[in-house]
């Protein structure tokens, strides 16, 4: 969890991308949990860091640190998770366990290549793209 955040502050300075409070707890709180968070959840804990944070901060928080590849939004489960390929990459890849809730990242970094064809035969300008897979983990 350290090095995420301190992987995170290297980034920003790098970038020249202000580190504020909201941005560094948000990726605290999501990086310390074993399960992907929603937004409500990730609200919660964050009102035990900042006084009465509105929605919108958790928001544009949980917008910068996915559009710059430090955690991903599992659509299938409205929730997050941090990254822990040491971004960054098109898309995120997850096993799903519909029994216990684990999510585990995948590193299929580059696309099928069934896929890669047909988004090319279809003229398709491809912006990210997104694996989900659901079952039985190993645990399970
Ligand atoms: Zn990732
Ligand atoms: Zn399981």
Redesign the pocket.
């Known amino acids: 969890m350290k090095s995420i955040i301190k992987n995170f502050k290297s980034y920003c300075d790098d970038n020249n991308l202000r580190i504020t409070p909201p941005r560094e707890y948000v990726l605290e709180i999501i990086a310390s949990s074993a399960k992907p968070m929603t937004a409500y959840d990730i609200l919660d804990e964050l009102g035990k860091k900042l006084n009465k944070p509105k929605p919108p901060t958790a928001y544009r928080a949980l917008e910068f640190l996915g559009e710059h590849g430090f955690i991903h939004r599992i659509e299938s489960l409205n929730a997050y998770v941090v990254c822990h390929e040491n971004h960054k990459h098109e898309g995120g890849q997850f096993l799903i ?6 999510v585990e990242e995948i590193h299929l970094c580059t696309m099928p290549k069934t896929l890669q064809e047909k988004v090319k035969s279809q003229g398709f300008n491809l912006h990210h793209w997104n694996v989900e897979v659901h079952g ?5």
């Open positions: 366990c519909d029994s216990c809730g684990a039985k983990c190993k645990a399970c």
